[in-house]
């Protein structure tokens, strides 16, 4: 949906996903390591080797672009390939074990882009829209060690990311016969698109990253006015759309957060007003809200 809205300013679109993504790739993964660490290096290599991988490229030599990844304020991962795994469950529960006794690999971070490779890294002028829980926070932080600042000093004009933890994985389509399943909305999604030209419902961050897209390209704006534009619209278009929710975390078992309902549990539907009003406020735009990004439908 989103490759569609950006494929209409006239750009080249290149769509990655999973290890393509990744910011590079593996080399030789089997000489670095020995298979007491990583079982199957030949996997990794296949996977996720430098042949494959293909996103910090095209970052780079992008004017536009779009990030839906899992992060944090210092890095987000494409892939989800972490070497301390040490191979496949139930293999990789040992690796719990691992990290508090200095067992790891440095190698798992390779292919996340985080702060100490974005850093020295060189982006053109360009607009970045990062999807990804609380990569956009600054606040109580040194800015030496945010990614969003990060991607400035590498060059990029305007970076928009969310403050807080996004909610875009939290919601399941109605499964047909089990509440939440998911699997159907998938299926559905697909469907619709290869019969009918479709495209799913947007909701959460991905209705402000369209609209904000949109807004760049059909009225040739600045980031700083696209991004206004897209959150006074975001309300009206999705406070009334229900689901089920099924948040990625379950805060209850955590020290200090005991009296907490246990909301993986809860399996109801409903609008989820509260999860919409953070989405209204946690995308924030860093850099030069005046630029105007380059648009070939628009001649500059």
């Given at each position: 949906?989103?490759?569609?809205?950006?494929?209409?300013?006239?750009?080249?679109?290149?769509?990655?996903?999973?290890?393509?993504?990744?910011?590079?790739?593996?080399?030789?993964?089997?000489?670095?390591?020995?298979?007491?660490?990583?079982?199957?290096?030949?996997?990794?290599?296949?996977?996720?080797?430098?042949?494959?991988?293909?996103?910090?490229?095209?970052?780079?030599?992008?004017?536009?672009?779009?990030?839906?990844?899992?992060?944090?304020?210092?890095?987000?991962?494409?892939?989800?390939?972490?070497?301390?795994?040490?191979?496949?469950?139930?293999?990789?529960?040992?690796?719990?074990?691992?990290?508090?006794?200095?067992?790891?690999?440095?190698?798992?971070?390779?292919?996340?882009?985080?702060?100490?490779?974005?850093?020295?890294?060189?982006?053109?002028?360009?607009?970045?829209?990062?999807?990804?829980?609380?990569?956009?926070?600054?606040?109580?932080?040194?800015?030496?060690?945010?990614?969003?600042?990060?991607?400035?000093?590498?060059?990029?004009?305007?970076?928009?990311?969310?403050?807080?933890?996004?909610?875009?994985?939290?919601?399941?389509?109605p499964g047909l016969i089990f509440k939440g399943?998911?699997?159907?909305?998938?299926?559905?999604?697909?469907?619709?698109?290869?019969?009918?030209?479709e495209y799913p419902d947007l909701h959460f961050?991905?209705?402000?990253?369209?609209?904000?897209?949109?807004?760049?390209?059909?009225?040739?704006?600045?980031?700083?006015?696209?991004?206004?534009?897209?959150?006074?619209?975001?309300?009206?278009?999705?406070?009334?759309?229900?689901?089920?929710?099924?948040?990625?975390?379950?805060?209850?078992?955590?020290?200090?957060?005991?009296?907490?309902?246990?909301?993986?549990?809860?399996?109801?539907?409903?609008?989820?007003?509260?999860?919409?009003?953070?989405?209204?406020?946690?995308?924030?735009?860093?850099?030069?809200?005046?630029?105007?990004?380059?648009?070939?439908?628009?001649?500059?």
């Amino acid at each position: 949906h989103i490759s569609d809205a950006i494929s209409k300013g006239g750009f080249n679109v290149r769509s990655t996903i999973l290890t393509i993504s990744q910011r590079e790739g593996f080399d030789n993964i089997a000489k670095y390591t020995s298979r007491l660490n990583i079982p199957f290096p030949g996997v990794i290599q296949l996977i996720s080797g430098d042949n494959i991988v293909k996103g910090g490229d095209l970052q780079r030599n992008s004017n536009l672009i779009f990030v839906f990844n899992h992060g944090i304020y210092y890095l987000y991962e494409s892939g989800d390939i972490l070497l301390d795994a040490r191979g496949f469950p139930p293999v990789t529960w040992l690796a719990r074990f691992f990290e508090p006794l200095g067992i790891m690999s440095g190698l798992s971070s390779k292919g996340a882009y985080a702060v100490r490779y974005v850093y020295n890294d060189e982006y053109g002028p360009s607009v970045i829209f990062i999807e990804s829980c609380i990569v956009g926070r600054t606040d109580g932080l040194l800015p030496q060690n945010c990614l969003t600042q990060a991607y400035l000093h590498a060059g990029v004009n305007s970076v928009v990311a969310s403050t807080r933890v996004t909610a875009d994985p939290g919601y399941l389509e109605p499964g047909l016969i089990f509440k939440g399943f998911g699997a159907w909305g998938f299926i559905h999604a697909w469907l619709r698109l290869w019969l009918k030209g479709e495209y799913p419902d947007l909701h959460f961050g991905g209705v402000v990253a369209h609209d904000f897209i949109d807004d760049l390209i059909k009225n040739d704006s600045t980031v700083g006015m696209a991004l206004r534009d897209a959150k006074n619209k975001y309300l009206p278009k999705d406070a009334n759309s229900t689901f089920l929710w099924t948040p990625p975390l379950n805060i209850a078992n955590l020290p200090g957060y005991e009296h907490k309902s246990n909301t993986l549990r809860k399996f109801e539907y409903d609008n989820y007003l509260d999860k919409k009003y953070v989405c209204l406020h946690e995308f924030n735009l860093y850099g030069d809200p005046a630029f105007n990004p380059y648009q070939p439908v628009n001649n500059g």
